[in-house]
C-alpha cells in the first residue's frame, strides 16, 4: 500500500477521534451546566404553585355550584366584604 495513503489516512482518524473528544467534552460540560441550573428547581417550584392553584379553582367551582352562585356573585360578595 502506498505510505502517502497511509499517512493520509492516520490523519484523517486523528482528525476525527479529536473532534469526536472535543464535542463528548463540550456536551459534558454543557451537561454539568444545566445541572448547576436553578431552572429546573424554579420549574419545580412553579408547577407545584400552579397545581395549588388549579385545586384551589376546583375547590372553589365546586363550592360555588353546591351554593348554586356564580362566579359573577362570588366576586361581588368578595368586592363588599373588603
Request: net charge positive; proline share 0%.
Amino acid at each position: 500500500m502506498n505510505l502517502a495513503k497511509i499517512h493520509e489516512g492516520l490523519h484523517v482518524k486523528t482528525f476525527w477521534e479529536k473532534k469526536i473528544h472535543s464535542e463528548s467534552q463540550h456536551a459534558e460540560s454543557e451537561e454539568q451546566r444545566r445541572n448547576r441550573s436553578a431552572l429546573k428547581k424554579l420549574r419545580g417550584e412553579w408547577v407545584v404553585r400552579l397545581e395549588n392553584r388549579t385545586k384551589h379553582l376546583k375547590k372553589l367551582d365546586s363550592t360555588r355550584k353546591v351554593r348554586g352562585e356564580s362566579a359573577d356573585q362570588t366576586m361581588t360578595s368578595q368586592s363588599q366584604q373588603k
